[in-house]
């Protein structure tokens, strides 16, 4: 079963558009944690952010916002005022180190975002 | 400093060559990862070293072959690969275990013809 499940394929906007990327998870720990990276043409996976599941809160960084809801399982990406640079694929992905001591991460799909000028 | 480094950036080898993939990291992280990746795909777990112990195969053919000289380094050694092996490999590290975030190097795009 899909843990992390991001609907969205691809998503075209024109610069200064505002984009959200959708990220649902599945888990059945109470311990787990949540990240988003970003890879642009060059290939190397961007850091983000990391979220822990105590802690709801949402959270801005510049142009980028989290929205983080245990209820319904989502950890939703939106960039405000899209720039071309934001042309990427975004993942999320989690990790549940309850389960086992084991390292792993579980990708969504991605999504590719382009924004044109 | 929260980088990491991979050599080389592209690699071409033939069905019978032996090449190796290098990556280091000096942020005193005690777990690295080896991941593939396809295009339009997201990355695909091959290997973990934690403590430079082998931590994790999953279940990788042979003719890839990780190794860990020490807790800043780690390559993985190719042979007798087959064009569908040509990827991009990219390396990660992270402090200790899955609680704590991977960061990634830029990758080595590969091509077996």
């Known amino acids: 079963a899909q843990k992390v499940t991001q609907a969205q394929t691809e998503i075209s906007v024109v610069e200064k558009e505002d984009v959200t990327l959708d990220c649902v998870y599945e888990t059945r720990d109470t311990t787990y944690y949540l990240f988003w990276y970003k890879q642009p043409p060059s290939g190397e996976l961007v850091f983000l952010i990391r979220?822990?599941?105590?802690?709801?809160q949402n959270e801005i960084s510049g142009r980028y916002s989290w929205n983080f809801q245990k209820s319904t399982s989502s950890f939703n990406f939106t960039i405000t005022a899209s720039q071309v640079v934001d042309s990427a694929v975004y993942f999320c992905a989690l990790s549940e180190p309850e389960r086992s001591n084991d390292y792993k991460l579980s990708f969504g799909a991605g999504t590719t975002v382009t924004v044109r000028a | 400093d929260t980088e990491v480094t991979q050599t080389p950036k592209h690699l071409v080898m033939g069905m019978t060559n032996k090449k190796s993939l290098k990556c280091e990291q000096h942020m005193g992280h005690r777990a690295m990862y080896w991941y593939k990746q396809k295009a339009k795909k997201p990355p695909e777990l091959m290997f973990v070293?934690?403590?430079?112990?082998?931590?994790i195969n999953e279940s990788v053919p042979s003719r890839f072959s990780p190794e860990c000289p020490n807790s800043s380094l780690l390559n993985l050694h190719l042979h007798a690969l087959q064009p569908e092996d040509s990827a991009l490999y990219l390396c990660?590290?992270?402090?200790?275990?899955?609680?704590?975030?991977?960061?990634f190097g830029p990758g080595t795009r590969l091509t077996v013809l």
């Open positions: 070293y934690s403590y430079e112990k082998l931590s």
């Open positions: 979220r822990n599941s105590f802690d709801e």
């Open positions: 990660a590290s992270s402090p200790t275990s899955a609680k704590g975030t991977q960061y």
